[in-house]
């Protein structure tokens, strides 16, 4: 089913101006002959493992509607996912996986129901923590031995992996970003998180995210320019089998996260569809 442009508006409410800032030097870049950054340079370590330190930006594909790429600026593409979060191809992004998800009852209803209005970014509210490989705000990650912290431009938000060994708990209190502890299996950094708030949106189109919900991200940092994140949900509540995405980020360099609150001078909610 084709999404109405309408309901593609909201992924767009609070994208930020992409302003830089006026000197940014990003340091310890591995340089071509010519000078030039190596992006396919091998990853730095911290230690025996990948440091995915740095300042990331989901991977932008090409607007192939024209209609909708003439209505809104989509500032060079698409991240993929932002509009479904189970998109694998641009043409995708507003007609959704071939087939769908395998929705249970209760989770096709609900994401029919839901309209732009109801959508949580266009009330400023925290996304789920998966949810933020495939929006248009950049991230950063600060990597320690003991924890991955990763830094959203989008409202200021954080998101804290624990790596000392530490177990799931058993019964954590429900937030937005849910609890993770993750693994390492080679140069793979394995993700396990628990403790998501119910009702929570993966994307503008909808698709649910619950309190049943796990998800297992699978990072690696094959080169220096590139993250690839193999993100499956397992969510019982919402859909009847476990379904997978991949995703990639690229490094962006020379430059640093900006102040971005969206409901500061925020005038787009009362246009937007929904009663």
């Given at each position: 089913?084709?999404?109405?442009?309408?309901?593609?508006?909201?992924?767009?409410?609070?994208?930020?101006?992409?302003a830089?800032?006026?000197?940014?030097?990003?340091?310890?870049?591995?340089l071509?002959?010519?000078?030039?950054?190596?992006?396919?340079?091998?990853?730095?370590?911290?230690?025996?493992?990948?440091?995915?330190?740095?300042?990331?930006?989901?991977?932008?594909?090409p607007?192939?509607d024209?209609?909708?790429?003439?209505?809104?600026?989509?500032?060079?593409?698409?991240?993929?996912?932002?509009?479904?979060?189970s998109a694998?191809?641009?043409?995708?992004l507003?007609?959704g996986?071939k087939?769908?998800?395998?929705?249970?009852?209760?989770?096709?209803?609900?994401?029919q129901?839901?309209?732009?209005?109801?959508?949580?970014?266009?009330?400023?509210?925290?996304?789920?923590?998966?949810?933020?490989?495939?929006?248009?705000?950049?991230?950063?990650?600060?990597?320690?031995?003991?924890?991955?912290?990763?830094?959203?431009?989008?409202?200021g938000?954080?998101?804290?992996?624990?790596?000392?060994?530490r177990?799931?708990?058993?019964?954590?209190?429900?937030?937005?970003?849910?609890?993770?502890?993750g693994?390492?299996?080679?140069?793979?950094?394995?993700?396990?998180?628990?403790?998501y708030?119910?009702?929570?949106?993966?994307?503008?189109?909808?698709?649910?995210?619950?309190?049943?919900?796990?998800?297992?991200?699978?990072i690696?940092?094959?080169?220096?320019g590139?993250?690839?994140?193999?993100?499956?949900?397992?969510?019982p509540?919402a859909?009847?089998?476990?379904?997978?995405?991949?995703?990639?980020?690229?490094?962006?360099?020379d430059?640093?996260?900006?102040?971005?609150?969206?409901?500061?001078?925020?005038?787009?909610?009362?246009?937007?569809?929904?009663?």
């Amino acid at each position: 089913m084709t999404i109405p442009l309408r309901v593609l508006t909201v992924a767009f409410v609070t994208l930020p101006l992409f302003a830089q800032w006026p000197v940014v030097k990003t340091k310890r870049i591995p340089l071509t002959r010519d000078g030039k950054p190596n992006l396919n340079a091998p990853a730095p370590k911290l230690g025996k493992v990948p440091d995915f330190s740095g300042v990331w930006s989901a991977e932008k594909t090409p607007c192939v509607d024209t209609h909708f790429c003439d209505e809104i600026d989509t500032f060079g593409g698409f991240p993929l996912g932002v509009i479904d979060a189970s998109a694998t191809r641009p043409e995708e992004l507003a007609s959704g996986v071939k087939g769908g998800l395998p929705y249970t009852p209760w989770a096709k209803e609900i994401t029919q129901q839901r309209q732009p209005k109801d959508d949580p970014v266009t009330r400023c509210l925290p996304l789920p923590a998966i949810a933020h490989w495939w929006t248009f705000h950049p991230q950063k990650m600060l990597q320690t031995e003991e924890s991955l912290t990763l830094l959203n431009e989008y409202m200021g938000q954080y998101r804290q992996i624990f790596l000392d060994g530490r177990p799931l708990p058993k019964d954590p209190f429900p937030t937005f970003k849910g609890y993770s502890v993750g693994h390492w299996e080679g140069d793979t950094l394995v993700v396990e998180t628990i403790g998501y708030k119910d009702d929570l949106w993966l994307d503008a189109k909808g698709n649910p995210l619950t309190e049943s919900a796990r998800t297992i991200e699978r990072i690696r940092r094959p080169n220096f320019g590139t993250l690839e994140i193999q993100i499956t949900i397992n969510d019982p509540k919402a859909y009847t089998k476990p379904w997978t995405v991949t995703r990639h980020h690229t490094i962006a360099l020379d430059t640093e996260l900006i102040d971005y609150i969206c409901n500061e001078n925020e005038k787009d909610r009362v246009h937007l569809a929904g009663q």
